[in-house]
């Protein structure tokens, strides 16, 4: 779906590709920049050497092109977690995770041909699930949950926060964001005309209550707000989206 005003939308067909003789390959997100629309797909079942990069310049069913990106086609364990464009860089990221540890988790491109591949640190981190990404005015940013503690056999999840200037170089942002319950990350968006990061933390429906951290510098001082839902019935996890606003 397209719209210029947000109220307004038109609707294109997908081209979805087929994987096996059961599954297709679904896009896992959309991303503009540059002139074109970029999808990358993820699937149940992925062959090895399937194409999961697609773009156009027009989003209509017969425009869609396959891109080939050896790392991404190639390792069927490897899960889409989000991408993003840089217009100051003209550069696309895609941020991923490999079911193996200290495996790369960025791959990068300038043309959407060459694509090299870059690595966020676990650092004290066990594992990380990188869930979303995104270009803030002068530096990526991406959000994940990490497992960093095991309670009763169980994986706890907390927040995790890192930045780069290029997609390449990453530190991760020291912060508070494991003190209030399992939290963990879902999405980050940017505000321009507000210089502001928003980055949204789920929590369980036990709790009832959901954070949204916001920061202007993003190594610095993140500020959080609580959101309070009266109702998760039926619900095993809450998660937030956010947008552009």
Known sequence: WTSTDGQNWTVY???????????????????????????????QYVSSGQQ????????????????SCPYLDNDQTIKIGGACYSSTLNRWVIIC?????????IVYSDDLVTWNTSMIPNGAWKKSNWRDITWAGNQFVAVASTNTQTVN?????????????????????????DNYGSNFFNSVTYKANMDRMIAC??????????????????????TRDTLTFEDTTGFNELELGLSLI
């Open 52 to 67: 999961r990069i697609q773009t156009t310049s027009n989003p209509n069913s017969d425009s869609w092109q396959l891109r």
């Open 97 to 105: 995770n490999d079911m193996a540890d200290n495996q790369p988790n």
């Open 13 to 43: 067909d997908f081209p979805v590709q087929p994987v096996g003789a059961n599954y297709q390959l679904q896009p896992k997100c959309l991303v503009y920049g540059d002139g074109h629309y970029m999808t990358v797909g993820e699937s």
């Open 201 to 222: 933390q789920g929590n369980s429906p036990n709790n009832n209550v959901s954070s949204v951290w916001t920061s202007t510098g993003g190594q610095g001082l993140w």
């Open 153 to 177: 056999g169980v994986d706890i999840n907390y927040g995790l926060i890192a930045l780069s200037p290029d997609g390449i170089n990453w530190e991760t942002v020291t912060g508070d964001f």
